[in-house]
């Protein structure tokens, strides 16, 4: 069994950073060959943020490009998102996806909230 661990939302003021992590914990048995975080903002459907798979190509969602960067340390096996410059309308829950040889893990959620 694999769990996906999420941690470093909260409560910031518009402007502000946070910066999330995502890991595995479990039996892990692959390593990660692509990572994704969603974020799904009350209302609305969930859309995608930002992925990045093992060759290290990325991709961003308009609204967040120049803001937003997703990283990975090997050594730590952790996924990060750091969020700068972060407005009310980035308000969310954020999950993380983690394919692992064939399988995708999802995480519980974080919620970030961004005060005007």
């Known amino acids: 069994q694999v769990q996906v661990v999420e941690s470093g939302g909260g409560l910031v003021q518009a402007g502000g950073s946070l910066r999330l992590s995502c890991a595995p914990s479990g039996t892990i048995s692959s390593s990660i060959n692509r990572m994704a975080w969603y974020r799904q903002a009350p209302g609305k459907q969930r859309e995608l943020v930002a992925i990045r798979t093992s060759g290290s190509d990325t991709n961003y969602a308009d609204s967040v490009k120049g803001r937003f960067t997703i990283s990975g340390d090997d050594a730590k096996n952790t996924v990060y998102l750091q969020m700068n410059s972060l407005q009310p309308e980035d308000t969310a829950v954020y999950y993380c996806?983690?394919?692992?040889?064939?399988?995708?893990?999802w995480g519980q959620g974080t919620q970030v909230t961004v005060s005007s």
């Open positions: 996806s983690l394919r692992m040889g064939i399988f995708t893990y």
